[in-house]
């Protein structure tokens, strides 16, 4: 049962365009979501998050949506850059003091110069 | 910049042994967890650790697995008779609250021959 589904494996962007990532969860119980990025043979690195009581969040160049009622959200990247290629992952976070997430499977972003 | 840190960075072991997994989360943080990462499939949630206890753990975590914070410090992951199946890279992170972003450790190779 997967809970986080990222249904593209892949995506190529030229440099300087926007990448979108998509996100779709089936739990209504998380309260938060968040987006890590993550290059081989290293742990993910947190890049934002949002609370399931907004529906954007903006941090530079990247900016997620949310959209509640369609179990839904987004990554955008703007301008893509060649260093932003990596594996992204969404995770969904829930529940008091727990705190643990649960990720999808990710997606490959390739930036091409 | 603190940063969790992970050791060792490969263990190689043979099937049926104990391993044990190191890890020195963020000093402030509370929330303790560990993930893996089976090549080629997407992080997953093994278990969270708060206040000196389990707070919550996945179906995968058996009874083959433990953790275990022996002094103010470490938090560990000992894996007591190792199968094949439990090669993966292993992530340990660490967050402040319930509801912020864990930090992720560089991970451990683990390969079980």
């Known amino acids: 049962d997967q809970q986080v589904k990222q249904n593209s494996p892949s995506l190529s962007v030229q440099e300087g365009r926007i990448s979108i990532l998509n996100c779709d969860y089936t739990n209504s119980m998380f309260d938060y979501f968040l987006w890590y990025k993550k290059y081989p043979a290293e742990g993910p690195t947190f890049l934002i998050s949002?609370?399931?009581?907004?529906d954007k969040n903006e941090d530079g160049r990247f900016t997620v949506f949310l959209n509640k009622s369609a179990k839904h959200l987004s990554l955008h990247i703007v301008p893509s850059q060649p260093g932003d290629s990596a594996v992204y992952f969404c995770a969904g976070g829930y529940g008091g003091s727990q705190g643990n997430l649960i990720f999808g499977k990710g997606t490959k972003l390739s930036v091409k110069p | 910049e603190p940063e969790v840190t992970q050791t060792p960075s490969h263990q190689v072991t043979q099937m049926g042994q104990e391993v044990i997994l190191r890890c020195v989360p963020i000093?402030?943080?509370?929330?303790f967890y560990w993930y893996r990462q089976i090549l080629g499939q997407k992080v997953e949630f093994l278990v969270s650790?708060?206040?000196?206890?389990?707070?919550?753990k996945s179906e995968i975590f058996d009874d083959q697995f433990s953790v275990e914070r022996p002094d103010g410090s470490n938090f560990t992951l000992k894996i007591r008779s190792t199968k094949l199946e439990d090669s993966a890279m292993y992530f340990c992170a660490s967050s402040a609250g319930g509801h912020t972003e864990a930090f992720f450790g560089q991970g451990t190779r683990l390969t079980v021959v």
């Open positions: 650790f708060y206040n000196n206890e389990i707070s919550e």
């Open positions: 000093s402030n943080h509370l929330y």
């Open positions: 949002i609370s399931s009581i907004k």
